[in-house]
C-alpha cells in the first residue's frame, strides 16, 4: 500500500477524531467539526485528490439514501407542503437571489444559476434538529419534510439543467441515438424495479447471509449509477433512481441499516471535502463581505420560506419556526456548486466565497433555531400578525399520514410473535411487527399484518418502527446476539420504552437485564415452571400451596433455580420431556376445553389464567369462557399447527 496515503488518511481521521471530541465536550454540532477539519488538514495536506474522490461516493450514497427513503405513501401524505410548499419556497428564493444578483451586473444565467445555489437547503441538519427537538408530529415537522423531499427531487433536475445555462447546446444530430439510449435504460431501470430488484433482494435475504446481501445493494447502487453516468447522464441521478427502485420492495428499510454506516462515513469526509477547499488567506482577507453575504442569504431564505408559509395558511409561530430551519444553504449545493465551475457558470473566486458562505448558514442553523422564542416575541409586537402560543399538533381529521404512537412492537413472528400479534388485535392496541423472514412478511403483508423486513437490533430499521414513540417493544427471536442488540439499541433510542425479552436460558437474564430490559422471560425456566406444577399435582399437593410457590419462584427472578441447572431440575422432573414449549392462546366465544382438539396434536393444558386467577385440576368438559387464557405444553412443531389450525376457523 501507498505509505503516502496510508499517512494522509491517518492524519485526517486522528485530527477529525481529536476535533469532533472538543466539540462532543462543547455541545457544538458535529458538521462544524468537520468543516473545521478539513480547514485544517488543507494547510497540512498537499494532495487532496484521493479526499475528492471519496467524498465524490458520499455524495452518491446520500442521494441512494434519499431515494431509498422516498415512498409514494409518505409523499402523497404532505404532498401538499411538498408540491406547493416547495414549489413556492424554491421559486421565491431563486428569484429574488436572481434579481438581486442582475443588481450587481451579474449575466442573467449566472444569476439564475446562484438563485439554484442559494434555494436547497441541508436536509442532514435540518432532519437531526426535527428528530432532537421531536418535532415530527408537528405540522411544523410535516411542512419542513414536504419542503425538504420536493428540494431533493428538485436539484436533480437543476443538475440536469445546469449545462444548458453554461451555454451547452443540444447536438440534434445525436438526438435519435440518445432518446433510444434513454428508452433502453427505462426499459431496464423498469424491468429491474418490477421484477429483477425484488427477485433478486427475495432471494438475498432468503439466503440470511448479510455479506451476500450487502454486495448485491451496492452493486444495484453502483451499478445504476455507472449506467446513468455512461450515458451521459449525472450519476447523483443514477443514485437516486437506485435507490428509488428499491424503496418500492419490502426490504428498503433493512437496506438502509446496511447502507447507512457507508453514508456516514463518506459523508464525514465529503463534509472534510469542503472545509479543504476553503482558501484560509482569502477566507480572513474578505471576512466582512462573507459574512454580509451570509446575513443576506439567511434573511432572503427567512423571507421566501415565511411567505410561502403564509401562503399556506400556517399559524405565524409555526412559519417562523420552518424559516429558521430552511434558512441555511444545504449539502446538495455544494455538488451544485462543483458542476457550475465545469460549465463555467462560476469561477474560483465566486466557488471560495460560496463555500464559505455555505458553512457559514449551515453552522449558524443550530444557534439560530434557538432564538426562535426571541423572533416570535418581535413579530408579536407587530399587530399585523396573530401569533398563536404554540407549536400545532397534526389534528387526526386532516389527511396525514396515520402514526403509530403508544404501540406494541413485536419483533419476531414467531409462534410467540403471532400470539401478541392476536393479543392486541383483541384489545384494539396498535402494533407493528418487524420479521427477518421475507416469506413470513410477504404472507403477512398480503393479508393486511402491519409488518416489516428487517433486523430489529438495526437502528434504522427500530426507527422505521417508530420506536421513539412506541410505549413497549417485545423480542421474541430465538437469536440471542440480536436480541442483545435489540436490546441495546431500543434503550438508547427510546430510554422510556418498555422492553420485554423472551430468553431459552436462565444464565441470560441477568445480562439482559443490564442491558435495558424490563421483563425477561426465560423459557426453559417456564418449562420448569409448568412441569413443576403437573408433579406437584400427581403428588395431589394443594392448589394454592402449588400456586404460592409459583409465585415465590418468579419474585425471587429465578434465583432459586439459578443456583441449579435448569436442564438438572427438567431432567429431575421429567426425563422424558426434551423439546417440550410453552404456549398460550385467547379464548374467543364460549365453549368446552375439549372442543380445542388439544389431544389431536399431542399438547397437554396445563393452567388456565381467568380474571388473574390461575385455574388448575380440570375437566375436558370444562366451560371455557371469553379472555380466558389457556396455557398449553407441546413440541414447537406441534403447537404451531394446533395455532394455525385455530385461527383458521
Given at each position: 500500500m501507498d505509505l503516502i496515503l496510508l499517512q494522509s488518511i491517518s492524519v485526517i481521521l486522528i485530527t477529525a477524531v481529536i476535533i469532533l471530541l472538543i466539540f462532543n465536550k462543547l455541545k457544538l454540532p458535529s458538521m462544524i467539526g468537520l468543516f473545521l477539519t478539513g480547514i485544517i488538514l488543507g494547510q497540512l495536506i498537499n494532495s487532496t485528490d484521493i479526499i475528492t474522490e471519496i467524498a465524490e461516493l458520499g455524495v452518491i450514497f446520500l442521494l441512494f439514501i434519499i431515494g431509498l427513503e422516498f415512498s409514494i405513501e409518505k409523499f402523497s401524505a404532505i404532498k401538499k407542503y411538498a408540491l406547493l410548499g416547495g414549489l413556492l419556497q424554491v421559486v421565491l428564493t431563486t428569484a429574488i437571489v436572481t434579481i438581486l444578483s442582475l443588481t450587481s451586473s451579474i449575466p442573467w444565467n449566472e444569476a439564475i444559476?446562484?438563485?439554484?445555489?442559494?434555494?436547497?437547503?441541508?436536509?442532514?441538519?435540518?432532519?437531526?434538529?426535527?428528530?432532537?427537538?421531536?418535532?415530527?408530529?408537528?405540522?411544523?415537522?410535516?411542512?419542513?419534510?414536504?419542503?425538504?423531499?420536493?428540494?431533493?427531487?428538485?436539484?436533480?433536475?437543476?443538475?440536469?439543467?445546469?449545462?444548458?445555462?453554461?451555454?451547452?447546446?443540444?447536438?440534434?444530430?445525436?438526438?435519435?441515438?440518445?432518446?433510444?439510449?434513454?428508452?433502453?435504460?427505462?426499459?431496464i431501470l423498469l424491468?429491474?424495479?418490477?421484477?429483477?430488484?425484488?427477485?433478486?433482494?427475495?432471494?438475498?435475504?432468503?439466503t440470511k447471509n448479510r455479506d451476500l446481501y450487502m454486495l448485491l445493494v451496492l452493486f444495484i447502487c453502483l451499478g445504476t449509477t455507472f449506467s446513468t453516468s455512461f450515458l451521459g447522464i449525472s450519476p447523483e441521478l443514477g443514485a437516486f433512481i437506485a435507490g428509488l427502485i428499491i424503496s418500492n420492495t419490502e426490504y428498503s428499510h433493512q437496506t438502509l441499516g446496511y447502507i447507512q454506516p457507508f453514508q456516514d462515513v463518506f459523508m464525514s469526509i465529503f463534509l472534510i471535502s469542503i472545509g479543504l477547499m476553503i482558501n484560509v488567506e482569502y477566507f480572513i482577507y474578505n471576512i466582512v463581505l462573507i459574512i454580509i453575504l451570509a446575513v443576506i442569504?439567511?434573511?432572503?431564505?427567512?423571507?421566501?420560506?415565511?411567505?410561502t408559509g403564509y401562503v399556506l395558511k400556517l399559524p405565524v409561530r409555526t412559519i417562523i419556526s420552518i424559516s429558521?430551519?430552511?434558512?441555511?444553504?444545504?449539502?446538495?449545493?455544494?455538488?451544485?456548486?462543483?458542476?457550475?465551475?465545469?460549465?463555467g457558470l462560476i469561477n474560483t473566486e465566486m466557488f471560495t466565497t460560496f463555500l464559505a458562505v455555505s458553512i457559514i448558514t449551515m453552522s449558524a442553523t443550530p444557534f439560530l433555531q434557538k432564538t426562535t422564542p426571541k423572533i416570535v416575541e418581535l413579530f408579536k409586537k407587530i399587530s399585523f400578525f396573530q401569533v398563536d402560543e404554540e407549536l400545532t399538533q397534526i389534528k387526526h381529521e386532516e389527511h396525514y399520514e396515520e402514526e403509530l404512537e403508544d404501540h406494541v412492537i413485536i419483533v419476531g413472528f414467531g409462534v410467540n410473535g403471532k400470539n401478541m400479534a392476536r393479543a392486541c388485535e383483541h384489545y384494539s392496541i396498535p402494533y407493528i411487527i418487524v420479521d427477518m423472514n421475507p416469506l413470513i412478511v410477504k404472507k403477512e403483508k398480503s393479508l393486511g399484518i402491519p409488518i416489516i423486513y428487517g433486523n430489529a437490533s438495526n437502528e434504522s430499521v427500530l426507527k422505521e418502527l417508530k420506536i421513539?414513540?412506541?410505549?413497549?417493544?417485545?423480542?421474541?427471536?430465538?437469536?440471542?446476539?440480536?436480541?442483545?442488540?435489540?436490546?441495546?439499541?431500543?434503550?438508547?433510542?427510546?430510554?422510556d420504552v418498555h422492553i420485554i425479552v423472551r430468553t431459552r436460558y436462565v444464565k441470560n437474564v441477568d445480562e439482559l437485564y443490564e442491558l435495558g430490559a424490563d421483563e425477561v422471560i426465560p423459557e426453559e425456566f417456564e418449562t420448569s415452571i409448568v412441569m413443576f406444577s403437573r408433579v406437584m399435582d400427581y403428588y395431589n399437593k394443594d392448589v394454592d400451596e402449588i400456586l404460592d410457590t409459583i409465585d415465590t419462584l418468579r419474585s425471587d427472578n429465578y434465583n432459586t433455580f439459578r443456583c441449579v441447572s435448569p436442564e438438572e431440575i427438567t431432567a429431575k422432573l421429567n426425563e422424558r420431556i426434551t423439546d417440550l414449549n410453552v404456549e398460550s392462546i385467547y379464548v374467543t366465544e364460549e365453549k368446552q376445553l375439549d372442543e380445542y382438539d388439544f389431544a389431536d396434536y399431542d399438547l397437554t393444558v396445563t393452567s388456565i389464567i381467568r380474571n388473574n386467577k390461575t385455574l388448575i385440576g380440570f375437566s375436558p368438559n370444562f366451560p371455557l369462557e371469553i379472555d380466558d387464557l389457556i396455557l398449553f405444553t407441546g413440541n414447537e412443531e406441534n403447537i404451531e399447527k394446533f395455532i394455525n389450525q385455530v385461527y383458521s376457523e
Amino acid at each position: 500500500m501507498d505509505l503516502i496515503l496510508l499517512q494522509s488518511i491517518s492524519v485526517i481521521l486522528i485530527t477529525a477524531v481529536i476535533i469532533l471530541l472538543i466539540f462532543n465536550k462543547l455541545k457544538l454540532p458535529s458538521m462544524i467539526g468537520l468543516f473545521l477539519t478539513g480547514i485544517i488538514l488543507g494547510q497540512l495536506i498537499n494532495s487532496t485528490d484521493i479526499i475528492t474522490e471519496i467524498a465524490e461516493l458520499g455524495v452518491i450514497f446520500l442521494l441512494f439514501i434519499i431515494g431509498l427513503e422516498f415512498s409514494i405513501e409518505k409523499f402523497s401524505a404532505i404532498k401538499k407542503y411538498a408540491l406547493l410548499g416547495g414549489l413556492l419556497q424554491v421559486v421565491l428564493t431563486t428569484a429574488i437571489v436572481t434579481i438581486l444578483s442582475l443588481t450587481s451586473s451579474i449575466p442573467w444565467n449566472e444569476a439564475i444559476f446562484i438563485g439554484f445555489l442559494v434555494c436547497f437547503s441541508s436536509t442532514a441538519i435540518v432532519m437531526k434538529l426535527i428528530q432532537k427537538l421531536h418535532l415530527t408530529h408537528t405540522i411544523q415537522g410535516r411542512v419542513t419534510l414536504g419542503i425538504l423531499i420536493f428540494q431533493d427531487i428538485a436539484v436533480i433536475v437543476v443538475l440536469l439543467l445546469t449545462p444548458l445555462l453554461g451555454g451547452q447546446n443540444i447536438d440534434l444530430s445525436t438526438l435519435p441515438s440518445t432518446i433510444l439510449q434513454l428508452i433502453i435504460l427505462t426499459a431496464i431501470l423498469l424491468a429491474g424495479a418490477l421484477w429483477i430488484v425484488p427477485r433478486a433482494l427475495h432471494e438475498a435475504a432468503h439466503t440470511k447471509n448479510r455479506d451476500l446481501y450487502m454486495l448485491l445493494v451496492l452493486f444495484i447502487c453502483l451499478g445504476t449509477t455507472f449506467s446513468t453516468s455512461f450515458l451521459g447522464i449525472s450519476p447523483e441521478l443514477g443514485a437516486f433512481i437506485a435507490g428509488l427502485i428499491i424503496s418500492n420492495t419490502e426490504y428498503s428499510h433493512q437496506t438502509l441499516g446496511y447502507i447507512q454506516p457507508f453514508q456516514d462515513v463518506f459523508m464525514s469526509i465529503f463534509l472534510i471535502s469542503i472545509g479543504l477547499m476553503i482558501n484560509v488567506e482569502y477566507f480572513i482577507y474578505n471576512i466582512v463581505l462573507i459574512i454580509i453575504l451570509a446575513v443576506i442569504v439567511l434573511l432572503v431564505k427567512f423571507i421566501a420560506t415565511f411567505i410561502t408559509g403564509y401562503v399556506l395558511k400556517l399559524p405565524v409561530r409555526t412559519i417562523i419556526s420552518i424559516s429558521i430551519l430552511l434558512s441555511q444553504i444545504g449539502e446538495f449545493s455544494f455538488v451544485l456548486a462543483g458542476e457550475g465551475m465545469k460549465y463555467g457558470l462560476i469561477n474560483t473566486e465566486m466557488f471560495t466565497t460560496f463555500l464559505a458562505v455555505s458553512i457559514i448558514t449551515m453552522s449558524a442553523t443550530p444557534f439560530l433555531q434557538k432564538t426562535t422564542p426571541k423572533i416570535v416575541e418581535l413579530f408579536k409586537k407587530i399587530s399585523f400578525f396573530q401569533v398563536d402560543e404554540e407549536l400545532t399538533q397534526i389534528k387526526h381529521e386532516e389527511h396525514y399520514e396515520e402514526e403509530l404512537e403508544d404501540h406494541v412492537i413485536i419483533v419476531g413472528f414467531g409462534v410467540n410473535g403471532k400470539n401478541m400479534a392476536r393479543a392486541c388485535e383483541h384489545y384494539s392496541i396498535p402494533y407493528i411487527i418487524v420479521d427477518m423472514n421475507p416469506l413470513i412478511v410477504k404472507k403477512e403483508k398480503s393479508l393486511g399484518i402491519p409488518i416489516i423486513y428487517g433486523n430489529a437490533s438495526n437502528e434504522s430499521v427500530l426507527k422505521e418502527l417508530k420506536i421513539t414513540s412506541a410505549k413497549c417493544i417485545v423480542i421474541a427471536t430465538n437469536t440471542y446476539d440480536s436480541t442483545h442488540k435489540t436490546v441495546d439499541s431500543a434503550r438508547r433510542l427510546n430510554p422510556d420504552v418498555h422492553i420485554i425479552v423472551r430468553t431459552r436460558y436462565v444464565k441470560n437474564v441477568d445480562e439482559l437485564y443490564e442491558l435495558g430490559a424490563d421483563e425477561v422471560i426465560p423459557e426453559e425456566f417456564e418449562t420448569s415452571i409448568v412441569m413443576f406444577s403437573r408433579v406437584m399435582d400427581y403428588y395431589n399437593k394443594d392448589v394454592d400451596e402449588i400456586l404460592d410457590t409459583i409465585d415465590t419462584l418468579r419474585s425471587d427472578n429465578y434465583n432459586t433455580f439459578r443456583c441449579v441447572s435448569p436442564e438438572e431440575i427438567t431432567a429431575k422432573l421429567n426425563e422424558r420431556i426434551t423439546d417440550l414449549n410453552v404456549e398460550s392462546i385467547y379464548v374467543t366465544e364460549e365453549k368446552q376445553l375439549d372442543e380445542y382438539d388439544f389431544a389431536d396434536y399431542d399438547l397437554t393444558v396445563t393452567s388456565i389464567i381467568r380474571n388473574n386467577k390461575t385455574l388448575i385440576g380440570f375437566s375436558p368438559n370444562f366451560p371455557l369462557e371469553i379472555d380466558d387464557l389457556i396455557l398449553f405444553t407441546g413440541n414447537e412443531e406441534n403447537i404451531e399447527k394446533f395455532i394455525n389450525q385455530v385461527y383458521s376457523e
